[in-house]
């Protein structure tokens, strides 16, 4: 199909683009990388009289050195933060999982931060950056403000980004030497995740010093599995120990709310999180053979 038709600005500074979205207001829609807006468009499921393109803002672009944290602008593509070095080296759960988003078509062209922004719960980082325990900087009239992972997604396709707002940059804690993994599982290949796991961890000597963990479409919005991540410190990185932490995610330590749909029900969902997990865990220990 054919969207309807809509005017299109494309301003050059986060200031512009703030003050077309208030001259604006509901009838205007916000573009960065398009992989969301455009098919919604294309269906008429959404009609703005307004589309605001931030493609042209170069300072949302690109992944900086903060000292303590990596600030990754919001407009930078997925390709790009899959092949930064400075990613790899302290926030390796994330180049794990942006390697698998969709396809390389769609990773060229998708946006980091618009895919947080757009919080689908399928969508494959939203778990790994609340795991990595990530903050958001959103920009309004009012000033820049900072929402730490945990605020920033409260609900099914819904942020604490306010009407007025654009998220300008993701920043993520140094995790030097942090093992990682992100274990997706899918029917077919370039598929939303069914269920996914993305775990980091610090490994002492043979023991799991800490991890982080955190879960794909189980539930409205991206989950911290902070009960499975407390039963693995100070634990061995062996089979048995990371699965007695893992079935903690079945026996309600976890606050998950799995779907159900024609992928399969929740039951189905709650079996292959806890399989997913034993599974990444131990790869991000660098055991079973897989490589962290």
Not at 26 to 55: C, F, H, T, Y
Request: glycine share 10%; aromatic share 4%.
């Amino acid at each position: 199909m054919i969207p309807a038709s809509f005017e299109y600005v494309a301003p050059t500074s986060v200031e512009e683009a703030l003050a077309a979205l208030a001259e604006h207001g509901d009838d205007a829609k916000i573009l960065a990388g398009g992989q969301s807006l455009l098919p919604v468009l294309r269906m008429r499921l959404n009609a703005p009289e307004w589309v605001i393109d931030l493609g042209r803002i170069e300072s949302m672009r690109g992944v900086r050195d903060g000292d303590d944290h990596l600030a990754i602008g919001a407009m930078t593509t997925h390709d790009v933060v899959a092949h930064d070095p400075l990613v790899a080296e302290h926030a390796l759960l994330l180049t794990k999982a942006v390697t698998q988003v969709a396809d390389p078509q769609i990773r060229h062209r998708g946006t980091f931060g618009g895919a947080l922004a757009h919080a689908d719960p399928a969508g494959d980082l939203g778990a790994c950056v609340l795991a990595l325990g990530a903050s958001f900087v959103v920009q309004g009239a009012g000033g820049t403000r900072v929402v730490p992972a945990d605020e920033f997604f409260v609900g099914l396709f819904e942020t604490a980004i306010s009407e007025d707002e654009i998220l300008v940059e993701v920043r993520l804690p140094k995790r030097p030497g942090w093992g990682a993994h992100y274990d997706k599982f899918v029917r077919v290949a370039h598929q939303w995740p069914i269920v996914a796991v993305g775990a980091t961890v610090r490994m002492d000597g043979d023991t799991i010093g800490e991890a982080r963990i955190g879960l794909t479409n189980m539930g409205s919005t991206p989950v911290r599995a902070n009960a499975v991540e407390d039963a693995l410190a100070g634990q061995p990185a062996t089979e048995d120990a990371v699965r007695a932490a893992a079935e903690l995610i079945g026996d309600g330590s976890v606050p998950v709310e799995p779907p159900s749909d024609l992928n399969g029900d929740a039951d189905y969902r709650l079996h292959l999180a806890t399989v997913l997990t034993r599974r990444a865990v131990l790869a991000a220990a660098g055991r079973n053979g897989t490589q962290a």
